[in-house]
């Protein structure tokens, strides 16, 4: 089966929500729309509200419905990974962390962290999840030499130009540090969370039409995670 196309890359819920209210701008019922920042609730709203609208402005409802909800899996992933990072961490052992995701095994949870961090960057790059293997380490990337580049963007963190993405990236990555062992099935994950960073820093950065980074220490550490 042909996996999904990933929608595109600048999409912002903000800028569907937008387009959702301007519909029913007529719609008596407009004031009772949920809060933006519940992307699950609204795509439910605009469902519901539908009729309300001529035909064909309904079924462009109903597709920007669809788009909320793709949206906020994307959420869900970048938290079900958070909260896994975060169980290992922790050192939380298997058995308990177990009943929680249903995952009966240490190989399992390894497995799903990669998963998710493939899937997560694919849609950060708008690109096919299989394209995201390109950003593996090489096999001839010492697991040390990852370790070190990763402490060090983060240790020149302040002097680089982040934003609530790029600092998500961040909190994946130190947990994964703080990870009681990382094993080459996690260092793919490292490598991608520290590749989506940087891209998110870079991009975020020329939006602004400012450096990436503020200081020559900050500019190496961008260039080693490059450099992987």
């Given amino acids: 089966m042909?996996?999904?196309?990933?929608?595109?890359?600048?999409?912002?819920?903000?800028?569907?929500?937008?387009?959702?209210?301007a519909r029913h701008q007529e719609d008596p019922?407009?004031?009772?729309?949920?809060?933006?920042?519940?992307?699950?609730?609204?795509a439910t709203w605009a469902l519901d509200r539908r009729n309300a609208l001529p035909a064909a402005e309904a079924k462009d409802d109903v597709l920007d419905a669809i788009r909320l909800l793709r949206l906020a899996q994307q959420q869900l992933d970048r938290l079900m990974l958070r909260a896994l990072?975060?169980?290992?961490?922790?050192?939380?052992?298997?058995?308990?962390?177990?009943?929680?995701t249903g995952i009966h095994s240490r190989q399992g949870?390894?497995?799903?962290?990669?998963a998710l961090t493939r899937e997560i960057a694919a849609a950060r790059l708008s690109v096919p999840a299989d394209a995201v293997e390109d950003v593996a380490p090489a096999p001839d990337v010492a697991l040390a030499h990852l370790k070190?580049?990763?402490?060090?963007?983060?240790?020149?963190?302040?002097?680089?130009?982040?934003n609530e993405d790029a600092d998500e990236w961040a909190e994946g990555i130190e947990l994964t540090m703080r990870s009681s062992e990382i094993t080459d099935l996690t260092a793919a994950s490292l490598s991608v969370q520290l590749r989506c960073a940087t891209e998110q820093i870079v991009e975020h950065?020329?939006?602004?039409?400012?450096?990436?980074?503020?200081?020559?220490?900050?500019?190496?550490?961008?260039?080693?995670?490059?450099?992987?």
């Fill in 2 to 21: 042909r996996k999904a196309t990933p929608l595109p890359r600048h999409l912002k819920a903000a800028d569907v929500i937008a387009a959702i209210q």
């Fill in 29 to 42: 019922q407009l004031a009772t729309h949920p809060a933006p920042e519940d992307l699950m609730a609204f």
């Fill in 85 to 100: 990072l975060t169980a290992k961490a922790d050192r939380i052992k298997t058995p308990k962390l177990s009943e929680a």
């Fill in 109 to 114: 949870t390894h497995d799903r962290i990669k």
């Fill in 148 to 162: 070190t580049v990763a402490h060090k963007l983060l240790q020149e963190w302040e002097d680089l130009t982040t």
């Fill in 205 to 228: 950065a020329g939006t602004l039409g400012v450096p990436a980074a503020r200081t020559p220490e900050a500019e190496a550490a961008l260039d080693a995670v490059r450099n992987l």
